[in-house]
């Protein structure tokens, strides 16, 4: 009996793990693409991620406390652009992952579109810093750089250089292309 109370930890700790795979996965409503690093589109030190989601549209809502918008995705009519930089933290820490994303909403009937300057908000286009970083983790409204989006068979390719002021960032320049 006592044999068991000792190994009981062991298989609770083992059931844990996680098992650690890269993935492409596809449905008709989102389309999910993990990329390879690329110094154009990727910083070296992390995984980006892109993510297509279609019948949904961006919900900006504010946080009343700290005054700053934040995306909610919800069912729609258009589709919604999620790229995402990640960086796993320092073996050992709790709060040491980093990551930043970009949300924007499309139209799916969009064939081509620029925004630049304040015109960015009218595709909802957010930055996103999420870490331990107090005073800069949060999303932002981009509000300083350009878009252009070219859709066309099936194919969805879009070039965002951006840059936010209130914080710093890893992410400028996105270039990428993603089969629909």
Not at 18 to 41: G, H, P, R, W, Y
Request: charged share 25%.
């Amino acid at each position: 009996m006592k044999a068991f109370f000792l190994i009981l930890p062991l298989l609770m700790v083992n059931a844990c793990n996680t098992t650690k795979t890269t993935q492409v996965s596809s449905s008709e409503e989102n389309e999910t693409e993990l990329m390879e690093n690329s110094k154009a589109s990727c910083p070296e030190d992390g995984v980006c991620t892109l993510e297509v989601q279609r019948n949904k549209q961006i919900v900006l809502k504010k946080d009343e406390a700290t005054a700053m918008y934040y995306p909610e995705i919800k069912d729609g009519d258009n589709m919604v652009v999620i790229y995402t930089f990640s960086k796993k933290g320092p073996e050992g820490t709790v709060d040491g992952n980093y990551s930043e994303t970009i949300h924007f909403e499309i139209s799916p009937n969009t064939n081509e579109l620029t925004k630049k300057g304040k015109g960015l908000q009218d595709v909802k286009l957010l930055y996103g810093k999420q870490c331990y970083c107090k005073g800069e983790a949060g999303f932002y409204k981009v509000e300083n750089g350009k878009l252009h989006v070219l859709k066309n068979n099936n194919k969805l390719e879009f070039n965002l250089q951006f840059a936010i002021n209130k914080t710093s960032h890893k992410l400028s320049n996105i270039s990428r292309t993603v089969q629909l």
